[in-house]
């Protein structure tokens, strides 16, 4: 069970950047994957989510910026984030869980999650 992330890099404020998590082993068991972040000298912050029926969450300061999506073919995570902002700047992390978290809660804790792929850096310049 492997999560592998990618994808990060350098850029300036109102450019896009797309993440990318290939995710293997048994991937047909995460049932909810996620994308996370950690700032310098900040706690790791949850990004946005998405559910095992597709559903996605996203957190307010990404909102209408960010977008997750799953490719299934390949069993890749995406993040594609639009207009980025210099406050973007942190290690972006995946993640995935097995439970079939409803849709009524918001998994943006770190311990809604049980498989945790290593981190990407995305800088964003003013």
């Known amino acids: 069970v492997q999560l592998q992330a990618s994808g990060g890099g350098l850029v300036s404020a109102g450019e896009s950047l797309r993440l990318s998590c290939a995710a293997s082993g048994r991937t047909n068991s995460w049932n909810t994957m996620a994308w996370f972040r950690q700032a310098p000298g900040k706690d790791r912050e949850f990004v946005a989510a998405?559910?095992?029926?597709?559903?996605?969450v996203y957190a307010d300061s990404v909102k209408d910026r960010f977008a997750i999506f799953k490719d299934n073919v390949n069993n890749r995570l995406y993040l594609q984030m639009n207009n980025l902002r210099p406050e973007d700047t942190a290690v972006y992390y995946c993640?995935?869980?097995?439970?079939?978290?409803?849709?009524?809660?918001?998994?943006?804790?770190?311990?809604?999650?049980?498989?945790w792929g290593q981190g990407t850096l995305v800088t964003v310049s003013s």
């Open positions: 998405r559910f095992y029926n597709g559903d996605t």
């Open positions: 993640a995935a869980d097995r439970t079939f978290y409803s849709s009524n809660y918001k998994p943006s804790n770190i311990r809604d999650y049980d498989f």
